[in-house]
């Protein structure tokens, strides 16, 4: 302790000592200061070394580890260098797409693509020449100075057919390559064409592009379609490939014959909420999709999807959910008589009837005459809560909760203010447009003993026992009114012998787009079930715009224009989903019975 | 005693200069070099010819002139090698000196060659890249700047070294060259250790370091996937890197043989960056062992030569020298086996780059002439420290 305190004194003592005895002391403190730098140049080598040890060390390990690593590479295997290794490989496989029955409804194709590597070509002036006479849509020129210039890769066609692929081969240019391609078929062309949707590349690269939906189903399951952990599992649709096929071309031909501008319909199974046949006309070839229309109304084109996009007031089908809630409700039952004066005025409103029905009708008659007054009536004992409240519940104020990316774009347009005359009109199905399978969606769950369905177009195992709408008691009545309306009522002209048909017609004038209603231009519907007796399917048919000439005058009302269209179907289509028709057998009094003996 | 000092020979004032150099010359880390420039024409003859049929010139132009800028780069080693310290420190403070110069004029004066990146000057015949003679310059101010901070009353010298590597590193980001940037800060770094740095600044620095590079990784995407990209096990055989990874495993323990590899013909930097890749696969394990050995008994024997030195300066110097030449190497085959991040780097003496070549060259050059055997008190060490 005392030797490290004196230490550091003691120079400075020398010092003093020797200006005390007047000699220079300049010597003494260089003598001092070279101690210093000693001691500390000793202090600083001994941490120094040290630390160098540490350095080298850390330099030997790390030049030992890079030759060891070295070591392990050089032991291990080479791998060719492939460009589908690279982080983000496409997946060329989509998986088909299959009705209930396992027919292919989408499914993929392999072709070719041709491009060009221009540094590889031996003669581009006649590579060019020969391409455009296996291709006359190319540009010669810009082919040339394609080939000729600085660029080093070109797709020429996405897509060739194998005989122009031969045809390129014969050209013997070693600059033109092909590349495999997986193409999206429909094999059935335009059928189910809006279910569909369509699909186009994505990415592409030159051993596979990307086949990616760009509509329809194959936009909404695009991720589940191109999952690899499917393992090519194709999508099984609700959709009945043949009765697609029947309801379509009966579509088409009706509309021709009601010369309609369009036509929607559907089918659905009243338990389990599959779609069945959904179609709308006119329709596309989802092989050659056709580009969107840049101007006008996108309901004009023929990608539009009426029987899921297009909303319009439907009219008088909807007379039956009025009618039906009144029953639950235990305002009426079948036999209330409801008074049909008319005109209906209120306030500045007048409700009329198409014919004058008389002072009273049954509640049935009601239905099955369809009157606007005697439903509107109804509608005011239900009042505008309980109604609105109802159809929320059927599901009429949102969208379809079905699988089609286009479902959110069929919004039902509903009255900004709900007022009295609001309830009176929607009893009768004005001033709330939804779409023909928001309807079907609608009766199902009225009819099939009164609980919810959701519309779906994927295969389901069984009912889907959604929440209760109406009691079963009323379910049947219903059923009954519908049935009456074929037996005896508006619809006379939609029965099929032996199925049954139960179903209300619809006619309601289009609106126009300055405002008001066009008085010529209607929008016919025909919705109903079949077979009354023990419910099965719901259908819904719309026309747009029908004209039926052959009488004497010319006739839209649904019950001569959509009705006979949806008979057909029915008559076509029913034995084809498998139903047996009832037939009233003769009596066997007539009948001898004989013997030999 | 006239005759006796008449007619005798002249007594020369110290050792004759070459005797005494090699004497005092570190022998292993001399014929360690003269071995890797051999390696690296030997490499040059199979690396380079497919960049000069590329470039339509005769097939050993590149080796031919790496046979000059290695001749060239050997004679500066040995004639600054053979110099005193005192005389290295005085001519690399004025070879600091103009490369710093020259460095700053870049952007006026300077070319990019069509990389992107302005380093170099054309001087026609040549290119020259005055980062490469900036670098070796700069460890030798550093270091006489710290020693001088280590005496009493000396200016503070750790202080004004940063300030110069910090203005340094900012005028190479600008090229921008974060190679060069990263080797001079590393340097300095390291020279700062060996100085005397705090321990405790170095374990807050390292910390700072990790927390650092958890944040980037968590809050930039583009960080963490470039981290995640270098971790991950598989490597896309079409990059420079899976290239050069499939040339050393085809290589196997000893190479496909002389001229049969394939790698130098896909990679554009086959020459340069990756020219251990084609070392792998020509000469196979063996040699790239050779070389690394080669590297690491360099470095490890000057440092450790370094550790008996007693005047700081040499000290310091010769340490900044001998790690920012192993750590160039190091990088440079880290990134060429997936230990280290992609970083374009020259391994030095084998790459081929007259730069790089000449600047290496003077850069052992003055390692040499700092690690040779002086009296350092050996005895006082001995006897335990009595000299004082």
């Not at chain 1, 005459?369 to 239900?382: D, E, Q």
Request: hydrophobic fraction near 45%.
């Amino acid at each position: 302790m005392i030797g490290t305190l004196r230490r550091p004194l003691r120079p400075l003592a020398r010092i003093l000592k020797a200006r005390d005895r007047g000699e220079n002391t300049e010597e003494i403190e260089r003598e001092n200061l070279r101690l210093r730098h000693e001691e500390m140049r000793d202090r600083a080598r001994a941490r120094a070394e040290g630390r160098l040890l540490i350095l080298g060390l850390a330099f030997f390990m790390a030049f030992g580890t890079i030759g060891l690593r070295m070591g392990v590479l050089a032991s291990t295997d080479a791998e060719e260098p492939r460009a589908s290794v690279s982080g983000n490989p496409i997946i060329g496989q989509r998986a088909d797409i299959v009705d209930r029955n396992g027919r292919i409804l989408a499914t993929n194709f392999e072709t070719h693509a041709l491009y060009a590597q221009p540094p590889q070509m031996i003669d581009p002036h006649y590579a060019a020449a020969q391409l455009v006479d296996i291709f006359p849509e190319l540009d010669h020129d810009r082919l040339v100075r394609d080939f000729t210039g600085e660029r080093r890769f070109l797709w020429v066609r996405r897509q060739i057919s194998p005989e122009q692929m031969q045809a390129v081969h014969d050209i013997g240019e070693p600059g033109l390559l092909f590349g495999p391609r997986e193409m999206r078929l429909y094999p059935n062309g335009p059928i189910a064409a809006h279910i569909m949707g369509g699909a186009s590349y994505g990415r592409e690269g030159v051993d596979a592009a990307e086949v990616i939906g760009v509509a329809g189903l194959e936009r909404h399951f695009d991720d589940l379609l191109r999952d690899p952990a499917n393992e090519g599992a194709p999508l099984e649709l609700s959709i009945d490939l043949t009765i697609q096929s029947t309801m379509e071309e009966v579509l088409n031909n009706g509309m021709t014959l009601m010369n309609a501008a369009g036509a929607a319909a559907v089918m659905m199974d009243i338990h389990t909420g599959e779609i069945v046949a959904m179609a709308s006309l006119p329709d596309f070839d989802p092989n050659n999709r056709p580009r969107p229309l840049t101007s006008g109304d996108q309901a004009d084109s023929p990608l539009f999807n009426r029987a899921l996009q297009g909303v319009y007031e439907l009219g008088s089908v909807f007379k039956i959910f009025t009618v039906a809630q009144a029953m639950e409700l235990g305002l009426v039952n079948a036999n209330t008589m409801i008074d049909t004066e008319g005109p209906l005025e209120w306030g500045r409103f007048r409700i009329r009837d198409f014919h004058d029905y008389g002072d009273e009708l049954s509640t049935t008659d009601v239905i099955v005459r369809s009157s606007n007054i005697g439903t509107a009536r109804i509608a005011l004992m239900i009042g505008e809560a309980r109604q609105r409240d109802f159809l929320e519940r059927l599901g009429f104020l949102e969208a379809t909760p079905v699988e089609m990316v286009e479902g959110p774009t069929g919004q039902p347009i509903t009255p900004r203010n709900w007022s009295e005359i609001s309830t009176m009109t929607i009893s009768y199905g004005h001033g709330l447009s939804v779409s023909p399978l928001h309807l079907a969606a609608g009766y199902a769950s009225l009819l099939n003993g009164g609980t919810l369905v959701e519309p779906t177009l994927l295969r389901q195992d069984g009912p889907q026992n959604g929440p209760r709408i109406v009691s079963e008691s009323v379910s049947r009545r219903s059923v009954e009114m519908l049935r009456a309306v074929v037996e005896r009522g508006t619809a006379s002209l939609g029965e099929v012998a032996g199925y049954e048909v139960g179903g209300k017609t619809g006619t309601a004038d289009k609106p126009r787009p300055q405002g008001g209603y066009y008085d010529d231009r209607v929008i016919a519907t025909f919705a109903g079930v079949f077979p009354a007796s023990e419910p099965q399917y719901v259908f819904v048919v719309t026309l747009d715009e029908p004209i039926e000439t052959s009488g004497d005058e010319p006739r839209r009302t649904a019950g001569w224009t959509a009705v006979p269209v949806a008979a057909e179907m029915i008559r076509r289509t029913a034995p084809l989903l498998g139903l047996r028709p009832s037939v009233e057998l003769g009596t066997l009094s007539n009948v001898t019975v004989t013997s030999s003996e | 005693m006239t005759e006796m000092v008449y007619g005798t020979v002249p007594v020369r004032t110290g050792d004759p200069v070459l005797p005494r150099w090699w004497r005092t010359i570190d022998k292993w880390s001399l014929s360690c070099i003269l071995m890797l420039c051999g390696i690296g024409l030997l490499l040059g003859l199979a690396s380079s010819p497919p960049l000069a049929a590329r470039n339509g010139l005769d097939p050993f132009y590149y080796v031919t002139r790496q046979a000059v800028f290695g001749g060239t780069a050997i004679t500066v080693m040995f004639i600054v090698s053979m110099m005193s310290p005192t005389l290295v420190r005085r001519l690399a403070v004025l070879g600091f000196i103009c490369s710093f110069i020259a460095l700053a004029l870049l952007p006026i004066l300077g070319t990019d060659f069509g990389k992107g990146a302005v380093r170099w000057y054309s001087l026609g015949f040549a290119s020259v890249q005055p980062s490469e003679f900036l670098k070796p310059g700069f460890i030798v101010v550093a270091a006489w700047f710290m020693a001088a901070g280590h005496q009493v009353g000396g200016p503070p010298g750790k202080t004004y070294s940063l300030i110069l590597a910090l203005i340094i590193v900012a005028f190479l980001t600008q090229q921008p060259d974060f190679g060069q940037a990263s080797l001079v800060l590393f340097a300095w770094g390291v020279m700062y250790f060996v100085a005397g740095a705090p321990m405790t600044l170095m374990i807050v620095a390292a910390s700072f370091v990790v927390f650092g590079g958890f944040v980037a990784y968590y809050n930039s995407e583009h960080f963490a996937r470039r981290i995640d990209g270098y971790l991950s096990a598989d490597v896309d055989p079409t990059t420079q890197l899976g290239y050069a990874t499939n040339a050393i495993r085809e290589g196997g323990f000893f190479g496909v043989g002389v001229g049969e590899g394939q790698v130098k013909w896909s990679l554009p930097d086959a020459h340069t960056d990756f020219i251990i890749a084609v070392a792998a696969e020509e000469y196979g394990l063996v040699c790239v062992l050779v070389i690394i050995a080669l590297y690491a008994v360099i470095v490890v024997r000057s440092l450790m030569r370094l550790m008996k030195e007693r005047d700081m300066f040499i000290r310091l110097a010769g340490t900044g020298l001998a790690c920012a030449f192993g750590v160039q190497a190091m990088i440079n085959m880290g990134v060429a086996v997936r230990l280290l991040p992609a970083k374009g780097m020259t391994l030095p003496f084998v790459s081929y780059g007259g730069s790089s070549l000449i600047a290496g060259g003077i850069a052992v050059g003055m390692l040499l002439a700092f690690t040779r055997s002086r009296p350092q008190g050996e005895m006082a060490d001995v006897l335990g420290r009595i000299g004082r």
